[in-house]
């Protein structure tokens, strides 16, 4: 979905269209959410949406696709993951990574894989499958969804009020918030291993 469809769906259906946006984005559906977030607080520092109700929405678009895709993992298994994963791209690979990645520190995988675009994904699913408790995963997803939702749209707001910004150009927000966050990991990687050499 581009951003100029999203911008449609926007003006003809409100502020639904966010939370299925977010929703099916988290389950795994390809939908361009750090950018959407992005857009989203552009267009309410623009005062076209208001940021509260626009906040509440995409909290509950993104909480819901977590324990949706919680259950999932919980209920269906490996196998649902394995024989569907494929369709909304998550491939062998992306799961033997993730799986690697989740096992050595589950709690901050959730806490902040949203900012990871693939894990945030497989992240809920391997909850479910590895048995998480639902309590302390449902807290960790409170947690990691207030850290991302809010700081996204609010760089968009206060970047939308500051100056104009071509909505065209929006989905390099989310490589660029993406390449800052794999910066920020290598660079701890880094000084973790000078600190043990």
Not at 57 to 63: D, Q
Not at 137 to 158: D, E, H, K, N, R
Request: charged letters at 15%; one cysteine or more; glycine letters at 10%.
């Amino acid at each position: 979905m581009t951003i100029e469809s999203i911008l449609h769906y926007l003006n003809l259906y409100g502020y639904i269209v966010i939370f299925i946006c977010l929703f099916f984005g988290i389950v795994g559906i390809p939908a361009p959410e750090e950018s959407l977030l992005f857009l989203i607080g552009i267009l309410c520092g623009e005062h076209k949406l208001s940021f509260e109700l626009s906040l509440l929405v995409s909290f509950l678009g993104v909480f819901t696709g977590m324990l949706s895709a919680y259950a999932c993992g919980k209920y269906l298994g490996y196998p649902f993951v394995k024989k569907f994963g494929k369709y909304v791209g998550i491939t062998d690979e992306r799961w033997e990574k993730a799986v690697g990645f989740y096992s050595k520190n589950a709690q901050k995988t959730i806490l902040f894989g949203f900012y990871m675009p693939g894990l945030r994904q497989i992240s809920p699913y391997f909850a479910g499958i590895t048995k998480i408790p639902f309590r302390k995963f449902g807290l960790l997803s409170l947690a990691g969804t207030l850290l991302w939702t809010i700081p996204v749209m609010s760089v968009g707001f206060y970047a939308g009020k500051a100056f104009y910004i071509n909505p065209a150009y929006i989905p390099c927000v989310g490589i660029a918030s993406f390449l800052l966050f794999m910066t920020y990991v290598w660079l701890r990687k880094r000084k973790r291993a000078r600190l043990t050499s």
